[in-house]
């Protein structure tokens, strides 16, 4: 695999990244997230370049689009029956954690969050921070979609997500 890297001088170079690289990105993933989402350019060093080329791959673009999908469906079964009825779980599912999702902030953001979706599925490139934003938006625990006193706004995450996959 070649990515485009910075060199010393500034200048964009291709580069080789090894599975070395790529296996690192996989282990520090959260914290090169964190940067991708930041704002810090994937061409600053191989594993950045790593970590964005996974971002961007279809496949997992795919796989977070479902996530924003199941989580839409989700909170509308959940709005609309106020006592759902228990399912029965499996061992294994019993294993998975869970987080209660905050139902009516995301029955107000469906639109807005089923347009993330669509833009993650597009036929075209999109910039890895965008991607970064949208994962972090469904994998932080503390954010607003899990948690009433989470720091951030719902509304200004997914308006910085929004603007990021469209540039």
Request: proline share 7%.
């Amino acid at each position: 695999m070649h990515v485009l890297l910075d060199d010393d001088l500034g200048r964009l170079t291709v580069q080789r990244v090894s599975p070395w690289h790529r296996l690192l990105a996989r282990v520090l993933a959260a914290r090169l997230d964190l940067q991708l989402a930041s704002g810090t350019r994937p061409e600053a060093n191989a594993l950045l370049a790593a970590r964005a080329m996974f971002l961007t791959s279809a496949r997992y673009r795919r796989a977070l689009a479902t996530s924003l999908r199941r989580m839409l469906a989700a909170s509308a079964v959940q709005l609309a029956s106020p006592h759902p009825v228990a399912e029965a779980r499996s061992p294994r599912a019993a294993l998975k954690p869970h987080f209660p999702l905050r139902r009516d902030l995301i029955a107000g953001s469906a639109r807005e969050l089923s347009g993330l979706a669509s833009c993650l599925t597009a036929p075209r490139p999109v910039p890895a921070r965008g991607v970064a934003l949208v994962s972090q938006l469904l994998t932080d625990g503390c954010g607003p979609l899990y948690r009433a006193g989470a720091r951030e706004d719902l509304g200004g995450l997914i308006d910085r997500a929004s603007e990021a996959l469209a540039s």
